[in-house]
């Protein structure tokens, strides 16, 4: 007995044995004639490989790994072995039942022209189809998403991306960083930021801006000292996305008094502005015009027209007259325009109300207005015993006290909100994206709100993202 273990190679094919053969004796002769294929005992038998014995059975069958090679097959035959014709085998070709369908790929798109006619979603549909996007379309996607606050279709730009060879580039995800601090999505941001394989300067103010802007300011200090820590020099704009997180008067000022004396920047009128916003805000209005009269350069337009808007927020009326005075010397047609300038007048419920995965314009002639009322009416209760009181200093129309409460209470934002809160899951986010700035009493009351429904309410006005969470709002109440 003996044991052989070999792999041979025959034709296209590895042929691994492991099996025992009965070697006969010397004396025996071998067969050498063929077996007939009329024997009904003994079949015929094909050898294996060069090496192996005719008319000898291996006890263990060998493994047989095919190739794949390039070789054309022979034509088809027939039963009697005659080649078939070329009419004949077309014939046997198209019954062959077809076992997929192959996916067309839309031909004549115009992506980029879709992007400029702000048909997003219809190019990132082609896209998914197979229809192949180069380095600028995805520029223009990714802006237009930014643009128009369109998270879910943002995302699908970003798997696209993430699959195509532009993947990597640091630009693209600078866009991607940019594209979800404009949707309010800081979560995501983060994880592009940090996956990033390289970063630039833009990358960190990208982050830190968007912090800054969805009232996350503490997370945009924290990451620009881990950007000093790594070994990075603030620049200065590095300095005016510093400025606009701080969360207090004291630390604008230290920040400020560091990028002067640390690292030796001369300050712009952009850092100026950044200073007094920070005053400005925190209702340090005094502060902030000794700071103005101090300035080693002459204050712009747009100095004295931010410390006029902060004057009249917080009903400094006199620094809000000299201000008025200022702005009047530099910019006169400014300075007329805001005097017949009329306030704003909701003239409809004009909000987009993101949910469940899909955008909803949600507008005063929407079907479900009467749930939306409805659901108000129960929430107003449940908000007056939580404390709220209406502040019908914002109804600018000469009615009774109680006619100004219900004009409240029907604000487009609250429609929005009540309409959501009826139409999607439970203790889901709500996103409303709101085409004029929130007022002081909707501000308070979707504090209340997010409190009583345990929802994360994020609202974003022409001016800033308002995330209320367990009746506080990322702003700090100022907007």
Known sequence: MASLMSINRTGSSIISSNFKARIPAPSSPLPLNPISSSSSQNPPLKPLCAYALPNQQPTNKPRVFRRQTNRTHPPPKQKNGQNLTGTQLNTQIASYPQTENLPVVPSGVDLMRLCEEGKIREAVDYMCQGVSADYGIFCALLSSCGRSKSLEVGRRVHDLLARSKFGGDVVLNNRLIEMYGRCGNMRDARRVF??????????????????????????????????????????????????????????????????????????????????????????????????????????????????????????????????????????????????????????????????????????????YKGDAYE???????????????????????????????????????????????????????????????????????????????????????????HHFKDGKCSCGDYW
């Open 375 to 465: 659901k108000l009416k129960g929430l107003n209760g449940q908000m007056r015993e939580a404390g709220y009181v209406p502040d019908t200093r914002y109804v600018l129309h000469d009615i009774d006290q109680e006619a100004k409460e219900q004009a409240l209470l029907y604000h487009s934002e609250r429609l929005a909100i009540a309409y959501g809160l009826i139409s999607t899951p439970a203790r889901t986010p709500l996103r409303i994206i709101k085409n004029l700035r929130i007022c002081g009493d909707c501000h308070n009351a979707i504090k209340i709100m997010s409190k009583i429904v345990g929802r994360e309410l994020i609202v974003r006005d022409n001016k800033r993202f």
């Open 194 to 367: 940090d996956r990033m394989r390289e970063r630039n300067m833009s990358s960190w103010h990208l982050m830190i801006n968007g912090y800054a802007m969805n009232g996350q300011g503490r997370d945009g200090l924290s990451l620009f000292e881990q950007m000093r820590n790594v070994g990075l020099l603030p620049v200065g704009e590095t300095f005016v996305a510093a400025l606009s997180a701080c969360g207090s008067a004291e630390e604008g000022l230290i920040y400020f008094e560091l990028m002067k004396k640390e690292c030796g920047i001369i300050p712009g009128i952009e850092h100026y502005l950044g200073v007094i916003d920070v005053l400005g805000k925190f209702g340090h209005i005094n502060e902030a015009e000794e700071f103005v009269d101090q300035m080693p350069i002459e204050p712009t337009a747009e100095v004295w027209e931010a410390l006029r808007n902060f004057a009249r927020i917080h009903g400094a009326f006199d620094l809000e007259d000299r201000a008025e005075e200022m702005l009047a010397v530099l910019d006169p047609s400014q300075a007329i325009a805001d005097k017949i300038q009329t306030p704003p007048v909701k003239h409809f419920a004009g909000n987009m109300l993101e949910g469940k995965n899909r955008v909803s314009d949600y507008r005063s002639t929407n079907p």
